[in-house]
C-alpha cells in the first residue's frame, strides 16, 4: 500500500488527515483512536477498582476510629482503643514520606495485631468495620484450612490469592490492605516441644506464616490453587499489608490462671489473688500464653500487639441487637418494610432472646440464629398476604417459635 493510501485501521481517516498515524505490523493506528483508548482503559480500569480506590482512602485519629467503631460495634472498648492505635499507626507509617536528611535514620516496623476472644465476641466485625471505613481491601482467611506447602490443604500464600482478588488484582491497593487470619488458634502445635516429624497443618503452618507476617515479597497464583513451574505468579510485597489474627484460644483461661497463681508468692498472694477476676482472665492474656497454648516464639514475636475481648453478657447482647447501625432488629425492619409491611417487637422479645443465647452460649452470632427461629414463618407468608401491612411480635408468640424448635438445632451455630 502507498504511503499516501495508509489509513487509520480503526477510524478508517487517511494518514494525511491525522497528525500521526502509528504503523504495527498489519495495521494502523491514529493519535486520536491512541486517546480515544487510552481514556477508554482508564475509565475501565477505574470501575474495576472503584471498591478500592486510594483516592477514598482517609486516615482517621485514633479517637474519630473508636467513634466510628462505637457506631458499629458495642462494648469491647479496650479493644477498639487498642486497635484503632494500631491501625493508625500502621497506616502513618505507610503514609509517612523518606527523610531528607541522613541523620533520621528510624526505621519504623509494622505491628500485626492478635485477637483473643470467645465465639460471637466480635473480633472479625472489628477487623471489616476498620477496613470499610477505611476504604483499603479486606479478606478473611481461616487458618484451620492451610497446610504446610505440598500437603493437601491450601498454601499460606492462597491468603494473599483471597486479598488480591477483593482489590481487582489491583496489585498497589492490594499491598495496602487488611488480612484478617481467623482460627489462628487452631493451628497451634500439638505440644510444647519443637517438633521433630512434620507437623503440616500446625507448626508447620505458622513457620511458613511468618514471611507473610515480617514482610517480604510472596509469589501469588492469581486464581488460586496449587503452584506450578509454568504458572503465571503475581509478586505482592507483604511489608505494608497489616494482619490481623483471631481465635477463640479455648481453654486459654487455664494457661493464664497457672501463670497467675505461679507469680503470687510472698506476703502479698492473698490481696493479689482476691483483686485477679476470674470470670474474665482473657484480660490479663500475655505473649507467654501465647507461647504456652502453642503458637512458636517468632509467630508470637511478629504479633506484638495482644488484646482480648470481654465476655458478652445480657445489657451488651440486648444493645448488640437494637443498637448499632446494623443492629438485628434494624435488618429485618428494613427487610418487612421493602414488602411494605411495618415490624415492631415487644421489649421482653428483647429479653427473650438474649436470654435463650446465654443459655446456649452463642454469643452475639446466636442472636441471628435465634430471631429467625422466630421470623421464619412470618417471612414465608406474609409477602403474599396483601390485607397484612402490620407485625407486631408479642413475647408469647416468640415463645411459642422457640419451643417449636428442637433445641439441637439452635446449639449448631
Known amino acids: 500500500m502507498a504511503k499516501d493510501q495508509e489509513k487509520c485501521s480503526f477510524c478508517g481517516k487517511r494518514k494525511s488527515d491525522v497528525s500521526l498515524l502509528i504503523a ?34 482517609e486516615l482517621l485519629k485514633p479517637i474519630d476510629m473508636k467513634k466510628h467503631l462505637d457506631q458499629y460495634v458495642i462494648g469491647q472498648d479496650d479493644a477498639k482503643r487498642i486497635l484503632s492505635v494500631a491501625v493508625y499507626n500502621h497506616y502513618k507509617r505507610i503514609s509517612q514520606k523518606p527523610s531528607k536528611t541522613k541523620t533520621d535514620d528510624v526505621e519504623i516496623e509494622k505491628s500485626n ?39 493437601v490443604g491450601e498454601d499460606v500464600e492462597s491468603v494473599l490469592t483471597r486479598l488480591l482478588q477483593v482489590a481487582d488484582y489491583n496489585v498497589e491497593a492490594a499491598e495496602k490492605g487488611i488480612v484478617f487470619i481467623d482460627e489462628i488458634d487452631k493451628i497451634a502445635r500439638k505440644s510444647d516441644n519443637p517438633s521433630i ?5 500446625g507448626e508447620g503452618v505458622q513457620q511458613a506464616m511468618l514471611k507473610l507476617l515480617e514482610g517480604s515479597v510472596v509469589n501469588v497464583a492469581p486464581q488460586g490453587g496449587r503452584k506450578h ?24 483461661d487455664k494457661v493464664i490462671g497457672s501463670r497467675l497463681k505461679t507469680n503470687m508468692i510472698g506476703y502479698t498472694s492473698a490481696s493479689e489473688r482476691e483483686k485477679i477476676d476470674k470470670d474474665n482472665l482473657l484480660q490479663y492474656i500475655a505473649p507467654q500464653d501465647l507461647k504456652a497454648y502453642g503458637l512458636i ?39 418487612f418494610d421493602i414488602d411494605h409491611i411495618q415490624l415492631s417487637f415487644d421489649e421482653a422479645v428483647f429479653d ?32 403474599s398476604q396483601n390485607e397484612e401491612h402490620e407485625l407486631h411480635v408479642t413475647l408469647k408468640l416468640a415463645e ?12 449448631v451455630a
Not at 482503559?41 to 477514598?56: C, Y
Not at 446456649?360 to 427461629?373: H, N, P, Q
Not at 411459642?400 to 446449639?411: A, G, P, Q, T, V
Request: one cysteine or more.
Open 297 to 335: 516464639p517468632e509467630l508470637v514475636g511478629r504479633l506484638p500487639i495482644i488484646t482480648h475481648l470481654n465476655p458478652l453478657n445480657a445489657e451488651t447482647l440486648k444493645r448488640i441487637l437494637t443498637e448499632p447501625k446494623n443492629a438485628l432488629t434494624k435488618q429485618y425492619m428494613k427487610l
Open 400 to 411: 411459642e417459635k422457640i419451643n417449636k424448635i428442637d433445641r439441637s438445632l439452635l446449639m
Open 229 to 252: 513451574p509454568e504458572q503465571r505468579m503475581i509478586q505482592i510485597n507483604t511489608e505494608n499489608i497489616l494482619f490481623i489474627c483471631g481465635g477463640a484460644f479455648g481453654g486459654i
Open 113 to 151: 495485631i492478635i485477637l483473643v476472644g470467645e465465639t460471637g465476641t466480635g473480633k472479625t466485625l472489628l477487623a471489616r468495620t476498620i477496613a470499610k471505613m477505611l476504604h483499603v481491601p479486606f479478606c478473611i482467611a481461616d487458618a484451620t484450612v492451610l497446610t504446610e506447602a505440598g500437603y
Open 352 to 383: 427473650l432472646i438474649v436470654q435463650k443465647s446465654i443459655e446456649y452460649k452463642l454469643g452475639a452470632r446466636g442472636l441471628r440464629t435465634i430471631m429467625e427461629v422466630i421470623m421464619t414463618d412470618a417471612m414465608f407468608e406474609m409477602p
Open 197 to 201: 516429624t512434620r507437623d503440616v497443618s
Open 24 to 57: 504495527g505490523l498489519d495495521a494502523h493506528i491514529c493519535d486520536a483512536c491512541v486517546a480515544q483508548a487510552d481514556a477508554i482503559v482508564h475509565e475501565e480500569l477505574g470501575a474495576l477498582n472503584k471498591n478500592v480506590d486510594p483516592k477514598k482512602f
